[in-house]
């Protein structure tokens, strides 16, 4: 069975869609901003389904708007007019976290406008945007007010089908697996129940400093989702641009504090499994407990050995996402990043420790970055490593095919 994996020019965002024998299975993850789905996504949906294929899973790995924004326009449009048949969505919004299919209404008419007003008001608010990402700010496009939660009813899809509840990691490793078919299936590696919890938690929080109470209703669906959305640290990185040469073994073993955000950790991550191989998928999620889930995965047989054709670096290359530990333990050729530079990632940490535990490895960029030609220079004897970014290939769009 073939595999085509396009990683999109999602600016500092993701958005992949990977195709398993000639687009039999087709598996969505993450749809990057509002543009990512006019310039990228909707016409290979379009193509799809002129071919009489469809999406059998569409994943949106975490709430954050660099992965959420596009699925939004995606579920707008195939709403009013459907493009495309989705047989299951992956997604962990608020009533899936509750566990609840069906939230009361509040008939409060000032709960309803305070909620209504944190739903819209978060996107504006600039502080959260550096000068330069002034374009994605325009890319947000929320003041239609439309949340994914709510397109999601909307549209009547299956949501979190293999699953009663939210999408997380059990302790019984057998319920993690999803079977797309016999030879195609998916293993979750994170979040755990509790990453996603935390994000409640953060959302009560949120409302105990505006004064605000907390009622489980379908009013806090939408502004839980642009709380979230919004929340995440996105000056993580920034301060800390590394102004060295890249000299990898400097870069490699430097000391890292690892600074976690509750929305980052609630990413699902997981393995794509087509017949014999491996592929691994990790959205903004975390080494350490993405290793825990896989050597939890190699202890009960669900997997022979860690060897992988393909890892997505988690967190568009942020070097608190990826540890030595996990690039240690971890066989794999083809490393993917996909950002535009955006909030100071790829760190150069987060490449070197590729080079150093992966020897002879490929390392894919979806844009071409200042960055590059840095390290493509200090390509030495010791370490034999490719590196392939955009003036390499003739697409906008990133293709690798196994
Ligand atoms: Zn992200």
């Known amino acids: 069975m073939n595999v085509n994996i396009k990683v999109f020019p999602a600016k500092g965002g993701d958005s992949i869609l990977v195709s398993i024998d000639n687009q039999k299975y087709n598996i969505l993850i993450d749809s990057g901003y509002k543009s990512t789905y006019y310039d990228y996504i909707m016409d290979e949906m379009k193509c799809l389904e002129d071919n009489n294929k469809h999406l059998d899973i569409f994943i949106i790995t975490h709430i954050d708007n660099d992965h959420i924004l596009g699925g939004i326009e995606f579920l707008k449009n195939n709403n009013l007019k459907k493009n495309i048949e ?12 509750l566990s609840k299919k069906n939230l009361e209404k509040n008939l409060d008419i000032n709960y309803k406008c305070r909620m209504k007003e944190i739903s819209s008001s978060r996107y504006f608010n600039t502080d959260d945007f550096e000068e330069d990402f002034e374009e994605d700010l325009a890319d947000v496009g929320y003041s239609e007010g439309e ?3 709510e397109l999601l009813l909307k549209g009547k899809y299956n949501i979190n089908r293999n699953y009663y509840k939210a999408v997380f990691k059990h302790k019984d490793n057998n319920k993690n697996v999803i079977e797309i078919s016999n030879k195609v299936k998916m293993i979750i590696l994170t979040p755990t129940q509790d990453d996603l919890k935390d994000l409640l938690d953060e959302w009560e929080r949120y409302l105990k ?3 605000i109470e907390h009622v489980v209703c379908k009013e806090s669906e939408d502004a839980f989702e642009s709380f979230v959305s919004n929340s995440d640290d996105f000056h993580e990185g920034l301060n800390d641009v590394s102004n060295t040469i890249f000299d990898i073994e400097n870069l490699a073993n430097k000391n890292i504090t690892i600074e976690k955000t509750i929305t980052n950790k609630s990413s699902i991550s997981f393995i794509l499994i087509v017949e014999k191989k491996k592929y691994l998928f990790l959205g903004d ?4 407990e993405i290793l825990k889930s896989l050597e939890d995965l190699l202890k009960y047989n669900l997997i022979e050995d860690l060897d992988f054709e393909v890892l997505k670096v988690p967190h568009h290359g942020s070097k608190n996402n990826i540890s030595s530990g996990l690039l240690k333990k971890v066989t794999c050729k083809n490393y ?17 420790k590729i080079i150093k535990w992966n020897n002879k490895c490929k390392i894919y960029f979806n844009y071409k970055l200042d960055i590059i030609d840095e390290i493509k220079r200090c390509r030495s004897n010791k370490y034999n490593f490719q590196i392939i970014s955009k003036e390499d290939y003739d697409s906008d769009i990133l293709e690798l095919n196994f």
């Open 147 to 149: 949340s994914f939660s």
């Open 285 to 288: 999620a975390y080494s350490d």
């Open 209 to 211: 400093t505006e004064g």
């Open 86 to 97: 989705i047989e299951n969505i992956l997604f962990n919004g608020y009533r899936q976290i």
């Open 336 to 352: 993917i990043i996909s950002t535009n530079g955006a909030h100071g990632h790829p760190n150069k940490e987060t490449i070197a």
